[in-house]
């Protein structure tokens, strides 16, 4: 009766409740149930917080994992080196390729140079060419003998001071114009200064005017002007001309305030002078210049100037 009654009350019924069997409970002790003396302590660490339970080597793990890839690493890398010896190889037995074009040598003395640097060279060498003939100055050299003061020349040219300074400033490169200071004609003194130019070019030099690039400082304010000598008909100066590889003798005229100057002094102002040339071309076409690099031309040491004859 008892054992029917339980069988049709299995469900919802609290008779279902029995007593627990303490030998079953007793047997959960049993080291299959509770699982191995690691895990129960790993167990007991997470929950206690017991720091005296011996740690698990979880980095064990990492260092296998570490080892595995290190190991890989090296066979790569002399995978690597194979490979590249096997290349080195493969090419050492390949024919070498033949130099074309610039890279092809050419035999110059006992050695071979490469087209290439053979050009760059001839390039280097048409340019400086190219250069010299289209930019640089004349070369020059002062003649002192043919230097002189010009006792009897007419200074204001009959035009008196104030006249001639205008004259002067409308024709001539003035380089002072403090210099005319007195209209006394005899407290001024022109030069006629000699110099030789050579060009070194096949094209011709065209030189409009010339001008006191620079004297010493003590005679700033006593220099008045500089100018070539050669004039047109109608007496505007045009400078001069210089054929290709020739020479010239040219004058450039300048003109000073001697007013208290001794004669050492005024040779001193003289020889202290650079001349340089103004808008120097060189003649291309017949109607084509091209500018050209001033000639800078320091009168000689040699030179002899005196205030009076």
Same mark, same amino acid.
């Given at each position: 009766?008892?054992?029917?009654?339980?069988?049709?009350?299995?469900?919802?019924?609290?008779?279902?409740?029995?007593?627990?069997?303490?030998?079953?409970?007793?047997?959960?002790?049993?080291?299959?149930?509770?699982?191995?003396?690691?895990?129960?302590?790993?167990?007991?660490?997470?929950?206690?917080? /017991?720091?005296?339970?011996?740690?698990?080597?979880?980095?064990?793990?990492?260092?296998?994992?570490?080892?595995?890839?290190?190991?890989?690493?090296?066979?790569?890398?002399?995978?690597?080196?194979?490979?590249?010896?096997?290349?080195?190889?493969?090419?050492?037995?390949?024919?070498?390729?033949?130099?074309?074009?610039?890279?092809?040598? @050419?035999?110059?003395?006992?050695?071979?140079?490469?087209?290439?640097?053979?050009?760059?060279?001839?390039?280097?060498? %048409?340019?400086?060419?190219?250069?010299?003939?289209?930019?640089?100055?004349?070369?020059?050299?002062?003649?002192?003998?043919? @230097?002189?003061?010009?006792?009897?020349? /007419?200074?204001? #040219?009959?035009?008196?001071?104030?006249?001639?300074?205008?004259?002067?400033?409308?024709?001539?490169?003035?380089?002072? #114009?403090?210099?005319?200071?007195?209209?006394?004609?005899?407290?001024?003194?022109?030069?006629?200064?000699?110099?030789?130019?050579?060009?070194?070019?096949?094209?011709?030099?065209?030189?409009?005017?010339?001008?006191?690039?620079? %004297? /010493?400082?003590?005679?700033?304010?006593?220099?008045?002007?500089?100018?070539?000598?050669?004039? /047109?008909?109608?007496?505007?100066?045009?400078?001069?001309?210089?054929?290709?590889?020739?020479?010239?003798?040219?004058?450039?005229?300048?003109?000073?305030?001697?007013?208290?100057?001794?004669? #050492?002094?005024?040779?001193?102002?003289?020889?202290?002078?650079?001349?340089?040339?103004?808008?120097?071309?060189?003649?291309?076409?017949?109607?084509?210049?091209?500018?050209?690099?001033?000639?800078?031309?320091?009168?000689?040491?040699?030179?002899?100037?005196?205030?009076?004859?």
């Amino acid at each position: 009766m008892d054992n029917q009654y339980r069988k049709y009350n299995k469900r919802g019924s609290m008779d279902s409740i029995g007593v627990p069997d303490t030998e079953k409970i007793i047997a959960l002790n049993d080291p299959k149930f509770r699982g191995s003396n690691d895990i129960n302590q790993k167990v007991e660490q997470i929950f206690t917080g /017991d720091k005296t339970i011996r740690q698990d080597r979880f980095d064990r793990a990492t260092k296998s994992y570490d080892d595995i890839n290190l190991h890989t690493a090296e066979e790569l890398e002399m995978r690597r080196r194979e490979e590249e010896k096997d290349i080195m190889k493969y090419a050492a037995k390949m024919p070498a390729k033949a130099a074309t074009g610039l890279n092809k040598g @050419t035999k110059i003395g006992g050695s071979y140079v490469r087209k290439g640097t053979i050009v760059k060279w001839v390039v280097i060498f %048409v340019v400086a060419i190219l250069v010299l003939v289209l930019f640089f100055p004349p070369f020059f050299s002062s003649n002192p003998d043919l @230097t002189k003061v010009r006792y009897e020349h /007419d200074v204001f #040219e009959s035009k008196g001071m104030t006249g001639f300074r205008t004259y002067a400033s409308a024709n001539y490169t003035v380089y002072n #114009e403090n210099a005319f200071s007195s209209e006394d004609p005899d407290k001024y003194r022109v030069v006629d200064l000699s110099f030789t130019l050579r060009n070194p070019s096949p094209l011709q030099m065209k030189i409009p005017q010339y001008k006191v690039f620079r %004297v /010493d400082d003590d005679y700033e304010d006593a220099v008045c002007y500089a100018t070539s000598l050669t004039k /047109d008909s109608e007496g505007k100066v045009i400078g001069d001309v210089i054929p290709g590889f020739s020479s010239k003798d040219i004058t450039v005229r300048v003109m000073v305030n001697v007013s208290d100057m001794t004669d #050492e002094q005024f040779d001193d102002c003289i020889t202290s002078m650079v001349i340089s040339t103004v808008d120097m071309k060189k003649k291309i076409t017949k109607s084509t210049y091209v500018p050209c690099v001033p000639a800078f031309m320091p009168v000689s040491n040699n030179t002899v100037v005196n205030v009076n004859e």
